[in-house]
Every structure is written in structure tokens, then in C-alpha cells.
């Protein structure tokens, strides 16, 4: 999470869930005193087999990333993503949003730009020149770095550390993660907030950061000067 969330340094986690079919994610003593090395070594991972997937498993996404020539991420899922937090952020606040004059119009905008570019990019990923170092590094720059340009040096409010204006953990619940941070934290309980006006103006403030970084990331994209 430092990596990501602070200095916009792509990250990686995976886990294995105890049993799908019942949706257990994890194992009910997770967390708790009673989650020792006697608990592991007897009763939850005897013999360590799944310890020792989860090692293999991580080594070979290591190497995979390691010996690739360019990178094997694709930005289009990042679009996807992007655009699945907008429609999210209108099914829950889009009314009280428009209560106080404010359109989404602008972000959503910018969300097109950025699927715009994630699909041309892909496209210039497919006729990458190969033989050509620079081309290669040229992709594989904008692939690694593309995190950074979802950074705002000045942070979120009130939590200036976590800088990632498209993921963070959530404020309200540290166990989960938060999509737009900034905009979920001013729009939290808003109704009872005690000064309506500022908390609306932070609303404001952090839908045009939230803009202006995912037309950002965009135009970081197709900078043909890289």
C-alpha cells in the first residue's frame, strides 16, 4: 500500500479464499490471539502446501515480469475499472449531487478521454517496434508510471499522506479500500454534517482534482513526446 497509495508505484496482491462456494475469504481466526504458528502448522495450511503455492505462485509472476520485453499489463482494464467507479458513484450520490447543482458531467468526460486512450494505446502496444530499445522503453515507461499521474502532491483532505486520488483505504473502515477517496470522504455522512456549505465545497473541490487527474492520466497516455 505505501508503494501504491503514496508514491503511485504500481503493486500487486493476491490471496487464496478458504472456500469460494461459501464466499470465506479468510480463515475465522484471522486476526485474533488465537492466530499462532500451532494454528497454521496444525489445523490451517498443514504441511505449509498452500504457503509454498503462494511462493511459487509470486516467483513466477517475478520472472514473468522480469524476462518480459514489454510489460504484459493492459491499460483497458484500468479504463473499465475507472468507468464502473463513476457509474457507482452516480447510483449512490448522483441525487444528492444534483440537489446541490453538481454535474458529473466533466468527470465523466474525462473517464471517456482516458478509455480513449487506454484503447490507442493498446494499439500502439500491438506494433511496438521490438527491435527498437527506445520504443520499447517508451511503452514500458508510460506502462510502469502510469500510477504516478493518479498522484496529488498535496493529498487527500485531512489525510495528506495518502496521495492516490483513485484508490485508498477507506477512511470509515481500514480493512477496505475506497475508490475516488477524496470525493467518498467529503461526501461520508454529509447530511449531518455540522457545516453544510464547506463540507459541499470540498465536494466541489475534489471533483475537479478527481477530474483533472483521471484527463491527466489520459494525456499521459498518447504523450507522443515520449
Known amino acids: 500500500a505505501p508503494f501504491f497509495v503514496h508514491a503511485g508505484i504500481a503493486a500487486s496482491s ?6 469460494p462456494a461459501l464466499c470465506l475469504g479468510s480463515y475465522p481466526l484471522y486476526h485474533s490471539a488465537y492466530e499462532t504458528f500451532e494454528l497454521q502448522d496444525l489445523y490451517i495450511d498443514p504441511e505449509w502446501t498452500v504457503h509454498q503455492a503462494a511462493g511459487r505462485m509470486w516467483g513466477e509472476m517475478t520472472v514473468t515480469l522480469a524476462d518480459a520485453l514489454v510489460l504484459p499489463l493492459d491499460v483497458r482494464d484500468y479504463a ?41 494505446f493498446h494499439q500502439i502496444l500491438a506494433m511496438v517496434d521490438k527491435s527498437n530499445p527506445l520504443a520499447v522503453r517508451a511503452v ?7 500510477e504516478r499521474a493518479f498522484i496529488d502532491p498535496l493529498g487527500l483532505p485531512d489525510r495528506p499522506w495518502y496521495r492516490h486520488v483513485a484508490f485508498a483505504p477507506s477512511s470509515v ?20 454534517a455540522a457545516d453544510q456549505a464547506a463540507r459541499w465545497e470540498v465536494v466541489r473541490k475534489q471533483l475537479a482534482v478527481t477530474t483533472f487527474t483521471v484527463q491527466s492520466a489520459a494525456d499521459t497516455l498518447i504523450n507522443t513526446l515520449f
Open 140 to 146: 514500458n515507461d508510460r506502462l510502469m508510471k502510469l
Open 80 to 120: 473499465t475499472a475507472l468507468r464502473q467507479m463513476t457509474d457507482d458513484l452516480r447510483q449512490q450520490h448522483g441525487t444528492r449531487l444534483n440537489a446541490q447543482n453538481i454535474d458529473l458531467v466533466h468527470l465523466e468526460s474525462a473517464m471517456g478521454n482516458f478509455t480513449k486512450s487506454a484503447t490507442a
Open 14 to 19: 493476491f490471496g487464496w479464499m478458504i472456500d
Open 173 to 192: 473502515n481500514a480493512y477496505a479500500g475506497q475508490s475516488f477517496p477524496g470525493l467518498a470522504d467529503a461526501l461520508f455522512d454529509i447530511d449531518n
